[in-house]
């Protein structure tokens, strides 16, 4: 299914947008400063309009069936969810041709921009649709974490965020002024980034003195969050909850 949704984002790069039903709901591809990006919605059709939540995938891609459960949760506790896209087929392909973290890194420094540039897009384009509240929050786990960190900063369009095992970027939070209200969900055992990722991000902001609360799962590695039984579960109910206090206030 996944390679699938590749390819069709690669047949519609020089489209605006179009769209198509999927398993999950519709598929759609926008057109953004960063390009042109496929979403998968979990949207209701009916009733009160609602807010949003984007969900900004690792480096694998949408690959684990944990994004669809998130999604479906957002959908059944009154969000409307979208996961982006935000890796091409271009980008798959040079991540998995790179060998090394170290290689991976660099090429993701060539590509922040561009998607930081996305996430923005993506934020603006659900802004505008008439059966949206105009809240929108914002989801990343790991690499999509860093995306959204980054693309977060100082950003008066985003209302929530979420990161789970993953900050900025190296480099993205010497200028931050602020940061939208911040739940942060990591792993203790995570090897990828340490606790302390989470714990000095969570004294950045709270010296700027924004909103931030950090839930260290016992044990949890890297991605545990899309792993099976309790702790993720545990942990999607929590990133839920937060989504629905700060969004549909």
């Given at each position: 299914m996944r390679v699938i949704f590749a390819v069709v984002l690669a047949l519609l790069s020089s489209l605006a947008f179009g769209?198509?039903?999927?398993?999950?709901g519709r598929q759609f591809s926008i057109a953004t400063p960063g390009g042109n990006v496929l979403i998968e919605s979990f949207t209701s059709s009916s009733g009160p309009s609602r807010p949003a939540v984007i969900v900004l995938s690792g480096s694998h891609g949408f690959v684990s069936p944990g994004y669809d459960e998130?999604?479906?949760?957002?959908?059944?506790?009154?969000?409307?969810?979208?996961?982006?896209?935000?890796?091409?087929?271009?980008?798959?392909?040079?991540?998995?041709?790179?060998?090394?973290?170290t290689a991976r890194i660099a090429y993701y420094a060539t590509r922040w921009q561009d998607w930081i540039a996305t996430v923005h897009g993506v934020v603006s384009y659900i802004k505008s649709q008439p059966h949206h509240t105009g809240k929108v929050g914002v989801f990343g786990l790991s690499l999509g974490a860093q995306a959204a960190a980054a693309a977060s900063a100082d950003s008066t369009d985003i209302a929530a965020l979420v990161l789970a095992d993953g900050a900025f970027p190296d480099g993205y939070s010497k200028s931050v002024r602020s940061l939208p209200p911040l739940y942060i969900v990591w792993g203790g055992a995570d090897r990828t980034f340490p606790v302390s990722t989470a714990q000095k991000l969570r004294q950045m902001v709270q010296g700027l003195g924004g909103s931030v609360s950090l839930n260290v799962y016992?044990?949890?590695?890297?991605?545990?969050?899309?792993?099976?039984?309790?702790?993720?579960?545990?942990?999607?109910?929590?990133?839920?909850?937060?989504?629905?206090s700060q969004l549909s206030r």
């Open positions: 769209n198509a039903e999927a398993a999950g998130l999604g479906q949760s957002f959908n059944a506790a009154g969000l409307d969810a979208y996961l982006v896209h935000l890796l091409s087929p271009a980008d798959q392909a040079a991540i998995a041709r790179a060998g090394s973290s016992k044990d949890g590695p890297h991605n545990f969050f899309l792993k099976s039984g309790e702790q993720a579960k545990a942990a999607h109910q929590s990133v839920v909850d937060f989504f629905v």
